[in-house]
T-cell receptor, first 113, second 112 residues
Framework: KAGVTQTPRYLIKTRGQQVTLSCSPISGHRSVSWYQQTPGQGLQFLFE???????NKGNFPGRFSGRQFSNSRSEMNVSTLELGDSALYLC????????????FGPGTRLLVL | SQQGEEDPQALSIQEGENATMNCSYKTSINNLQWYRQNSGRGLVHLIL?????REKHSGRLRVTLDTSKKSSSLLITASRAADTASYFCATDDGGGADGLTFGKGTHLIIQP
């Protein structure tokens, strides 16, 4: 099976802009989770989607949002970008909601100038 | 918030030696997992140990879990240059509300 894919792999934006990141889970996986990784805060949970519904959300402002489509693909949106949003955004999929083992994609590296 | 804390933050050893990394966490867990990350890429799942298990093996990996001390260790035996990576422990409290909670990782360098 193909692994988790994320697009784009690299992105440069300026403050105030918005960005949309995409994640395609492993075929058959219905849960998609998003994580933010920064040198200062490490890996932090953003949210989890299952059956097109957000099931869980981490401690991030409302500027961070997402959605999941009927084919389980997910998008994450960040509005009004701030310099501190520069990070590696990782998507992970699992077969079920709250699945124990998460299968991670390669990530999207976002740089906000 | 970070639950796991890995120790040491960085470790450099010679190829062929064993590498041991430790992880401490704060709250009760359902399971603890170890992941590897190469050069800022995605994470690769290595091994999962449940709260009712004390030790688990997978190839050259050995994981122990001490729930009374809220700590875990990852041992990589007979290290290889390809083991150079960052290693993260991640805890799952079983509630799913916070996803996996990761530590800040141990950066392992294997010297040829």
């Amino acid at each position: 099976k193909a692994g988790v894919t994320q697009t784009p792999r690299y992105l440069i934006k300026t403050r105030g802009q918005q960005v949309t990141l995409s994640c395609s889970p492993i075929s058959g996986h219905r849960s998609v989770s998003w994580y933010q990784q920064t040198p200062g805060q490490g890996l932090q949970f953003l949210f989890e989607y299952f059956s097109e519904t957000q099931r869980n959300k981490g401690n991030f402002p409302g500027r961070f949002s997402g959605r999941q489509f009927s084919n389980s693909r997910s998008e994450m949106n960040v509005s009004t970008l701030e310099l501190g949003d520069s990070a590696l955004y990782l998507c992970a999929s699992s077969p079920i909601q709250g699945g124990e083992t998460q299968y991670f994609g390669p990530g999207t590296r976002l740089l906000v100038l | 918030s970070q639950q796991g804390e890995e120790d040491p933050q960085a470790l450099s050893i010679q190829e062929g030696e064993n590498a041991t990394m430790n992880c401490s966490y704060k709250t009760s867990i359902n399971n603890l997992q170890w992941y590897r990350q190469n050069s800022g890429r995605g994470l690769v799942h290595l091994i999962l140990i449940r709260s009712n298990e004390r030790e688990k093996h997978s190839g050259r990996l050995r994981v122990t879990l001490d729930t009374s001390k809220k700590s875990s260790s990852l041992l990589i035996t007979a290290s290889r240059a390809a083991d150079t990576a960052s290693y993260f422990c991640a805890t799952d409290d079983g509630g799913g509300a916070d996803g996996l909670t990761f530590g800040k990782g141990t950066h392992l360098i294997i010297q040829p």
